[in-house]
């Protein structure tokens, strides 16, 4: 998702969005200290809590919250796209799950696998290929706060010599 990195203006944004952050009440600062705070990020990314690079994730954050604009509303349905993909598989595994589960109920799987009880540990977000994806709907603010980027989008574009 190196693309991502490659917002034109993101750098302005993410000034613009640790700016709003800081005008938000004292005891919502720890949440959004892990999107505005590169090395939080990489301690997550580290740990397996995040996959996006701290710049990709915050791109997707910017296009998310800019998907009214033109020149965003491209990216954000492929964005949208790539959720709807990480959807269907999840549900793929799930029906697979419940097929085993009536199917053969607990006994050891096809190819000697622990059958349901493995399956049932690939359902998580640890197998989900976009979560980042989801998960930066956590850090859309409130419309308040969004009022307040003043970010100039018409000079935010998608850089396609990356």
Same mark, same amino acid.
């Given at each position: 998702?190196?693309?991502?990195?490659?917002?034109?203006?993101?750098?302005?944004?993410?000034?613009?969005?640790?700016?709003?952050?800081?005008?938000?009440?004292?005891?919502?600062?720890?949440?959004?200290?892990?999107?505005?705070?590169?090395?939080? #990020?990489? /301690?997550?990314? %580290?740990?397996?809590?995040? +996959?996006?690079?701290?710049?990709?994730?915050?791109? =997707?954050?910017? $296009?998310?919250?800019?998907?009214?604009?033109?020149?965003?509303?491209?990216?954000?349905?492929?964005?949208?796209?790539?959720?709807?993909?990480?959807?269907?598989?999840?549900?793929?595994?799930?029906?697979?799950?419940?097929?085993?589960?009536?199917?053969?109920?607990?006994?050891?799987?096809?190819?000697?696998?622990?059958?349901?009880? #493995?399956? /049932?540990?690939? %359902?998580?977000?640890?197998? +989900?290929?976009?979560?980042?994806?989801?998960?930066? =709907?956590?850090? $859309?603010?409130?419309?308040?706060?969004?009022?307040?980027?003043?970010?100039?989008?018409?000079?935010?574009?998608?850089?396609?010599?990356?």
């Amino acid at each position: 998702m190196k693309w991502l990195e490659n917002i034109t203006g993101l750098d302005n944004f993410i000034e613009q969005f640790r700016n709003v952050v800081k005008t938000m009440p004292a005891n919502d600062a720890a949440q959004w200290e892990s999107i505005t705070d590169k090395e939080q #990020h990489e /301690k997550l990314r %580290t740990a397996g809590d995040r +996959r996006l690079s701290w710049r990709a994730y915050l791109a =997707a954050l910017c $296009i998310n919250l800019l998907r009214n604009q033109q020149e965003y509303q491209q990216p954000f349905k492929l964005l949208s796209l790539l959720i709807d993909i990480d959807c269907m598989l999840a549900k793929w595994r799930n029906n697979h799950l419940l097929l085993v589960h009536r199917q053969i109920g607990k006994k050891t799987g096809t190819g000697g696998s622990y059958g349901f009880d #493995h399956l /049932k540990t690939t %359902t998580g977000d640890k197998y +989900r290929v976009f979560v980042d994806l989801f998960n930066v =709907a956590t850090f $859309i603010p409130i419309p308040q706060y969004v009022d307040l980027l003043t970010v100039k989008f018409d000079k935010m574009k998608i850089s396609d010599h990356h």
